[in-house]
């Protein structure tokens, strides 16, 4: 099958067959952290307090979205200068509020550029943590 046609597919049987392929390729070090994170309820980070979700970010979302060690190592020093002192703290709050209150309809827009606010977040770690933890839904 086709790139292309895998992904048009609405076949869950072939969605199930790539998910199987998935875990393979997954470093041992990192199951367990994979595997939390692809059952994560969403609620559960919605309802941290400021310091739970630096501590979240810091100790698992980056941990999971950067298996790199020096992009580890540098996004954790961008999101530790920038919101791991009181004021920090309060602006971390905002922008997880404004997460989990972005219309839908707006998170092509809105949504990224509110998670690109996180010190250590760039594009691509923004769409991660809007695809997987935060799984905002487009319908």
Do not use: C
């Not at 875990?23 to 199951?31: E, F, G, K, L, Q």
């Not at 501590?55 to 999971?64: N, Q």
């Amino acid at each position: 099958m086709s790139f292309v046609t895998f992904w048009t597919t609405g076949s869950e049987q072939e969605w199930n067959r790539a998910l199987e392929r998935y875990w393979p390729h997954v470093r041992p070090a990192n199951v367990q952290i994979e595997r939390e994170m692809a059952e994560l309820d969403r609620r559960s980070v919605q309802s941290l307090q400021a310091q739970e979700f630096y501590d979240w970010l810091y100790h698992k979302y980056f941990v999971w979205k950067y298996t790199q060690p020096n992009r580890l190592a540098t996004t954790r020093e961008s999101l530790a200068s920038h919101h791991a002192h009181a004021a920090g703290l309060v602006e971390l709050q905002d922008i997880q509020r404004l997460l989990f209150a972005t219309d839908p309809r707006d998170t092509l827009d809105e949504a990224p550029a509110n998670a690109g606010r996180i010190g250590g977040l760039g594009m691509a770690g923004a769409s991660g943590l809007l695809a997987n933890p935060l799984r905002v839904k487009l319908t």
